[in-house]
């Protein structure tokens, strides 16, 4: 892979996935989005993996699409390059992903941060969707995830002047879970990653699954896809293992069975 860099087992059960554009501030062309899917997809399959980290270097997450890539198309271009399936398709991966941000995080980069499921920003990170100074608008769900993070009206303000947010606010606002000093935010991701992936990888995602059917369905439906996953727990060995460590007063040994 040109663009990108992963090491499936930078800690033990954890992944990582490193952008790698640095002259370009991992601007996300084509080429990386489609290594970065293919590369979840492996690791999604990778038994010895249980949590994902993402991350690209302490100047920058990602500034953004790769503006020379669409500069001169028409929407039909666009239409038939259907960039968007990559993007359903990461979205789609089944273990948990952790954002490991700092520098610039803006259009598609913070878009990308947002499709992962928990972002540790170091102190210099800034998050945005700049796109309407080029006369466009977000495309890869920045209009919907931000919207759902941060609220209407601070979502609405970012979009329509393109203003960022620094990390300090975002945490906040909620849009992400901490802010560490910028020679700890691997670290700090590692860390959570690390916890995450102690855990039953079953529960793990059957729980991640029913968190995001919280934001694509009414409240009903929404516990009662919960429930169902909770049920199906107990179908699984690592149910039996966690709750006889429990009694026992000794720490689980999880198989992902």
């Given at each position: 892979m040109e663009f990108i860099l992963v090491t499936s087992q930078a800690q033990p059960n954890v992944a990582l996935i490193q952008l790698n554009r640095p002259k370009e501030l991992n601007a996300l062309n084509l080429q990386l989005m489609g290594e970065l899917r293919d590369a979840l997809k492996q690791l999604d399959e990778d038994e010895n993996v249980r949590a994902i980290v993402i991350t690209g270097n302490e100047r920058a997450f990602a500034a953004g699409a790769d503006i020379k890539q669409m500069a001169g198309k028409t929407a039909i271009d666009m239409l038939n390059i259907d960039q968007f399936s990559t993007w359903d398709q990461i979205r789609k991966t089944k273990k948990p992903i952790i954002a490991a941000v700092?520098?610039?995080?803006?259009?598609?980069?913070?878009?990308?941060?947002?499709?992962?499921?928990?972002?540790?920003?170091?102190?210099?990170?800034?998050?945005?969707?700049?796109?309407?100074?080029?006369?466009?608008?977000?495309?890869?769900?920045?209009?919907?995830?931000?919207?759902?993070?941060?609220?209407?009206?601070?979502?609405?303000?970012?979009?329509?002047?393109?203003?960022?947010?620094?990390?300090?606010?975002?945490?906040?606002?909620?849009?992400?879970?901490?802010?560490?000093?910028?020679?700890?935010?691997?670290?700090?991701?590692?860390?959570?990653?690390?916890?995450?992936?102690?855990?039953?990888?079953?529960?793990?995602?059957?729980?991640?699954?029913s968190v995001n059917r919280?934001?694509?369905?009414?409240?009903?439906?929404?516990?009662?896809?919960?429930?169902?996953?909770?049920?199906?727990?107990?179908?699984?060995?690592?149910?039996?293992?966690?709750?006889?460590?429990?009694?026992?007063?000794?720490?689980?040994?999880?198989?992902?069975?």
């Open positions: 700092s520098g610039f995080a803006l259009g598609g980069g913070c878009e990308l941060a947002m499709t992962c499921d928990m972002i540790i920003a170091s102190e210099t990170a800034m998050f945005g969707q700049p796109e309407i100074k080029i006369g466009v608008m977000p495309g890869a769900g920045g209009t919907q995830r931000l919207t759902k993070a941060i609220g209407k009206a601070k979502a609405m303000e970012m979009v329509l002047t393109g203003k960022f947010m620094p990390a300090e606010e975002a945490e906040k606002q909620g849009l992400i879970n901490r802010v560490v000093p910028v020679e700890l935010y691997l670290e700090e991701a590692f860390k959570l990653a690390g916890e995450i992936a102690q855990m039953s990888p079953v529960a793990i995602k059957l729980a991640k699954e919280a934001f694509e369905t009414q409240l009903d439906e929404g516990l009662h896809f919960e429930r169902k996953n909770f049920y199906l727990c107990f179908a699984s060995e690592d149910q039996t293992e966690g709750m006889n460590a429990f009694v026992e007063k000794r720490r689980p040994e999880f198989k992902g069975k």
